[in-house]
């Protein structure tokens, strides 16, 4: 007789997926800024773990997120700098500019975007932290 197939596992059951490996580096400068920054990172990771377990992993899941947001969240104004030579910050500067120029419009859109990204920010922030916490609640 043959024994029944096991159920996969479940998300809970199953191990962490790993972590893809960056691409192959040639350069010697390369290879020092690699193992610079995988070495930062493992101690960062390791105390983050060591403080708050599995919720540590979240918190700097969201920090890696924070920051690849932040930078994102800089292209939509140094491009509008870099094309119409204008540092847009805010609505009220908008409100600045000629009702009937090209600018006014840019600078409502790259305020609306930078606005937009913050709650792609946030909304990942809370969306991870809220499954985890519902994770821990169900796997203490």
């Not at 962490?16 to 690699?34: D, K, L, M, Y």
């Not at 105390?47 to 899941?61: D, I, N, P, Q, S």
């Not at 030579?85 to 409100?95: A, M, N, Q, T, V």
């Amino acid at each position: 007789m043959t024994a029944p197939p096991t159920p996969p596992p479940t998300a809970s059951q199953s191990s962490p997926t790993a972590v893809e490996q960056s691409p192959p580096v040639s350069t010697r400068s390369g290879t020092f800024i690699q193992n610079v920054v995988m070495n930062v990172l493992e101690i960062v990771d390791q105390v983050f773990y060591a403080l708050m377990g599995k919720l540590g992993r979240t918190v700097y899941g969201s920090i890696q997120d924070a920051i690849a947001i932040g930078i994102i969240l800089k292209l939509p104004g140094l491009i509008g700098e870099i094309i119409i030579g204008k540092d847009f910050s805010g609505f009220d500067i908008c409100l600045q500019e000629s009702p009937w120029g090209v600018s006014r419009y840019a600078c409502f859109i790259i305020v609306a975007s930078d606005f937009l990204l913050w709650i792609v920010l946030a909304g990942r922030i809370i969306g991870r932290f809220w499954a985890d916490l519902k994770d821990l609640k169900n796997n203490p």
